[in-house]
């Protein structure tokens, strides 16, 4: 027998390997670069504990989480192995048990949290500590625009370079880019020998359901498990704290976690789930991350998750003992809305706004899926041929229908108003409603007005989801999120592909009332999240509140108003001069996608009588720039010189020539003067 064969008997109590481990475990052993993409509850930490005994050298364990590393520890000690934890969590005692091992050279996994990396003594205290490698845990943290990101895990590079080890790094969640992105910042760009043992997790029922009465929906999924510990998953803190009272209040060992709370509470709610069989605990994405409870039975999430990787993680945290466990995902227009809205509202570039955009488009695809949701959510991590009997839609196959002729109506109305507007204006001209906006564009000229009169406005935003979710459209950031048409859509709207959609979501979106009374239309909606992102960044910039810049009020003008100059932006409620100075070509950048061309002495009578009456004084002097005849020598007022007379506003023609000169004022006085006139 092996080394690693008998250490896994004698240290871990296991006959044999589950499928994937030997292998990586014989590269991390041989000092290779590793990185291991390997389902929840594939056994990823005995990959590298495991090493850890087949040598002399000490591995240092970067992790992101306390509760998880002391767990961790605890079950190494129980098993005879010398680890240890540095962590704000520790008693005097056990850190100098932790010194004195490293000391004598008999500590063989030390756990840090990345945060200590920052300490300039953690790096020479490591060089003493004759370290062989480092394994990262939750390897994905590095990303920088994932769902989990810490910046502590840019260190982890610098640390390894360092060190000139090798690194060994675990993840359950990543994409294509995500990896390239943890070769990148952990591997200096050098591909690490990869092992990507599948994200499938046979033993997890998956099922959505669109929002009818969510509270009662996950009320009723919990009655029907009740004694099953699980996690109900939540958008708002308020709606943890909600939601666990009627839980508790129909009978259930219920409580709520989020990042609001004292610490020593949320420390408390983590030590009850892992010591109380049954327990639910209602929580926003704080709560998670390192839980290494086997035994949770389901997983819901009351609100549709972030992404399609968040999604994975999040019931991932579900039978991890490999029994059966369940999932129950609810969503409906709002949460797309908000999803949305976050993305557009943060300061990522627009080209990772796009991704996060497609991301979110994946998983409306899953919630929307025809077909096996097992194979909708594999496929998106590179998976196929995949078998499946354990979701919904296997359960209960999805009444589906040619909804060809619904999508060719509605990419033609996207084609005919150059992609350049959102769900909402494109329904008006389907069903043939004549806003003010449609009538405004000319759209109620347009073939495709009035053509789609067979659904109401809830089944024709149902279609734009189903349309998002096959990604044949995705909203643009740049155009506040109008919709633009993928490659996949020409095909269909030329006649050469027919399309599928779900019958079912349809129908109960014909039935469903929204509960959420929102700050503007959804046609306005992207652009409010734009200005609101502006505000944002200027805030942070100026390290003022937002409300600092503008309050929320006067940004919902300007998102239903939409000026396209700083004139129109001074009418705006809020706006006054100072800030339109300050914040006005910002804010119109934003509206319009361009900054103004105004000269520093009009740009200063924006919004003010004088700023019109300036540029009616502009006109007059354009006419008579040669003369009234058109014959004579050019001549002109300088900007300063038109500013001054809109601002005084002489009436007479000795003053006007005071301001003029001589010669300025007999070519222009007396046109100017009738303006000055007509003013009043």
């Known amino acids: 027998m092996d080394r690693a064969v008998s250490l896994l008997s004698d240290v871990f109590g296991f006959d044999e390997f589950r499928p994937g481990q030997r292998e990586i475990v014989d590269a991390v052993a041989n000092g290779e670069n590793v990185l291991a993409i390997m389902p929840t509850g594939g056994g990823k930490s005995l990959c590298y504990q495991l090493p850890a005994l087949m040598d002399e050298g000490l591995t240092v364990v970067i992790s992101p989480l306390i509760a998880l590393m002391r ?24 850190t100098s048990e932790v010194f004195e091992a490293i000391d004598a050279g008999t500590l063989r996994l030390l756990y840090m949290a990345p945060e200590r990396l920052a300490s300039g003594g953690a790096l020479n205290m490591l060089r003493r500590a004759g370290v062989s490698r480092i394994a990262v ?30 690194v060994a790094a675990f993840t359950a969640t990543a994409d294509a880019e995500t990896r390239e992105e943890i070769a990148t910042r952990l591997f200096d760009g050098a591909t690490p020998q990869t092992f990507l043992h599948g994200f499938d997790r046979p033993n997890i029922h998956l099922a959505f359901a669109s929002k ?15 004694g099953q510990s699980g996690i109900v998953y939540c958008g708002t803190r308020a709606k943890t ?23 020593d509470h949320r420390r408390e709610v983590e030590a009850r789930f892992q010591r109380e069989d049954g327990l639910i605990v209602v929580a926003t994405v704080a709560f998670g991350m390192g839980v290494d409870k086997p035994d949770i039975r389901w997983v819901a999430h009351a609100d549709l998750p972030k992404s399609i990787e968040a999604y994975y993680q999040e019931i991932g945290r579900g039978g991890r003992d490999g029994a059966p466990a369940e999932t129950l995902t609810l969503y409906g227009p709002d949460d797309i809305r908000l999803r949305r809205s976050q993305i557009d509202e943060g300061l990522a570039p627009p080209e990772r706004r796009a991704a996060d955009h497609a991301r979110l488009n994946a998983l409306l695809g899953l919630a929307e899926a025809l077909d096996c949701r097992r194979a909708s959510l594999l496929a998106y991590f590179g998976e196929t041929n995949v078998k499946c009997g354990n979701c919904d839609l296997c359960d209960t196959p999805a009444e589906v229908f040619d909804g060809t002729t619904a999508v060719r109506k509605a990419l033609s109305a996207i084609l005919r108003t150059d992609e350049y507007f959102g769900a909402g204006h494109l329904i008006d001209i389907l069903m ?4 003010d906006k449609v009538k405004a564009r000319g759209h109620d000229g347009l073939p495709t007005f009035g053509v789609g009169t067979e659904y109401g406005k809830r089944e024709w935003q149902a279609v734009f989801r189903q349309m998002m979710g096959h990604d044949l459209v995705r909203p643009d950031p740049e155009r506040h999120g109008a919709l633009r048409m993928n ?3 020409l095909p269909i709207l030329r006649g050469e592909a027919s399309i599928r959609l779900r019958r079912d979501t349809i129908r109960k979106a014909s039935k469903f009332s929204p509960a959420v009374k929102t700050l503007v239309s959804e046609e306005d909606a992207p652009l409010l999240s ?22 929320d009020k006067t940004l919902i003008e300007m998102a239903q108003v939409r000026p396209t100059t700083l004139d129109g932006m001074a009418g705006i409620g809020g706006v006054g001069a100072k800030k339109l100075e300050t914040y006005g070509d910002a804010f119109l950048e934003v509206i319009t996608g361009a900054v103004e061309a105004v000269h520093p002495a009009r740009r200063k009578l924006a919004g003010r009588e004088s700023g019109t009456l300036y540029d009616r004084l502009l006109e007059v002097q354009a006419d008579l720039a040669r003369g009234s005849e058109g014959h004579d020598k050019p001549l002109s007022c300088s900007a300063s010189l038109l500013a001054k ?14 301001i003029l000169g001589e010669r300025r004022s007999e070519r222009f006085g007396a046109a100017f003067l009738d303006v000055l006139r007509e003013a009043g």
């Open 241 to 263: 704290e909600g939601l666990s009272g009627a839980l508790a209040q129909a009978g259930h060992s219920a409580c709520y976690y989020h990042g609001g709370m004292d610490p």
């Open 137 to 166: 845990d939750e390897a994905h943290c590095v990303s920088q625009w994932g769902h989990d990101f810490r910046p502590d895990y840019l260190r982890i590079g610098d640390l390894r370079r360092a060190l000139n080890v090798p």
């Open 530 to 551: 734009a200005l609101k992102a502006k505000r944002r960044a200027l805030a942070e910039a100026a390290r003022v509140p937002a409300y600092i810049v503008f309050n």
């Open 487 to 489: 490659d996949e859509a």
């Open 645 to 658: 007379i809109a601002a005084q506003k002489p009436q007479n023609e000795g003053a006007l020539e005071r």
């Open 212 to 226: 009818d009465g969510p509270r009662q929906q996950i009320l009723a999924f919990a009655a029907a498990r009740k």
């Open 71 to 94: 767990d961790q520890v605890t079950a190494l000690k129980a098993s005879g192995v010398n680890a240890g934890a540095l962590t704000s969590g520790n008693t005097e005692e056990e």
């Open 432 to 435: 043939g409603v004549e806003t």
